[in-house]
T-cell receptor, first 116, second 115 residues
Framework: GAVVSQHPSRVICKSGTSVKIECRSLDFQATTMFWYRQFPKQSLMLMATSNEGSKATYEQGVEKDKFLINHASLTLSTLTVTSAHPEDSSFYIC????????????FGPGTRLTVL | KQEVTQIPAALSVPEGENLVLNCSFTDSAIYNLQWFRQDPGKGLTSLLLIQSSQREQTSGRLNASLDKSSGRSTLYIAASQPGDSATYLCAVEGVWDNAGNMLTFGGGTRLMVKP
């Protein structure tokens, strides 16, 4: 089956620092990747759609200058949480779909971000 | 290791039918279970979240139940409509590396509601 990896799996940082999370499709190309966030006891919520070679599409209420997304290649999308604050502490997960009309999404293992 | 299975993988029904989607998980030590909808080429849309202490949640024509002890959840869709056609995913949130939570997704059920 298709594999999606995320790195790092866990990060703890000080308030004000920027954190980059990588999402890679290991054995397939993904034109589109999705970034999600889940706060404790809440549902997983879509943050943005990452499109290879073009700007990401952000969901309402998600600050594009706060959460920078770069989809530089067909196998890699990065999410950078800029000037992170404690309220950004959350579980971030990405997913990627194969092309060719296969709409199955393959999920990464997630990244736990804790901002002190 | 948690495993989540969804049955059936695909379902086609005529408009108006009530239907049930099934989700089973192997490890009952979960914090919650979530149901999502995915439209082709789009991200997931959260439908219902059931905490481990709850037995069901309802939203409109949707009702989700959770039987943690048996490792099962069902999503009931009443009076199905063509607009309900999508892939439905369930995911369980468990304990991960003693430090956080991990989501495990099922393979999804692709639903088609025919007019």
């Amino acid at each position: 089956g298709a594999v999606v990896s995320q790195h790092p799996s866990r990060v703890i940082c000080k308030s004000g620092t920027s954190v980059k999370i990588e999402c890679r499709s290991l054995d397939f190309q993904a034109t589109t990747m999705f970034w999600y966030r889940q706060f404790p006891k809440q549902s997983l919520m879509l943050m943005a759609t990452s499109n290879e070679g073009s700007k990401a599409t952000y969901e309402q209420g998600v600050e594009k200058d706060k959460f920078l997304i770069n989809h530089a290649s067909l196998t890699l999308s990065t999410l950078t949480v800029t000037s992170a604050h404690p309220e950004d502490s959350s579980f971030y997960i990405c997913s990627a779909g194969r092309d060719r009309g296969d709409y199955t999404q393959y999920f990464g293992p997630g990244t736990r971000l804790t901002v002190l | 290791k948690q495993e989540v299975t969804q049955i059936p993988a695909a379902l086609s029904v005529p408009e108006g039918e009530n239907l049930v989607l099934n989700c089973s998980f192997t490890d009952s030590a979960i914090y919650n279970l979530q149901w999502f909808r995915q439209d082709p080429g789009k991200g997931l849309t959260s439908l219902l979240l059931i905490q481990s202490s709850q037995r069901e949640q309802t939203s409109g024509r949707l009702n989700a139940s959770l039987d943690k002890s048996s490792g099962r959840s069902t999503l009931y869709i009443a009076a199905s409509q063509p607009g309900d056609s999508a892939t439905y995913l369930c995911a369980v949130e468990g304990v991960w590396d003693n430090a956080g939570n991990m989501l495990t997704f099922g393979g999804g059920t692709r639903l088609m509601v025919k007019p």
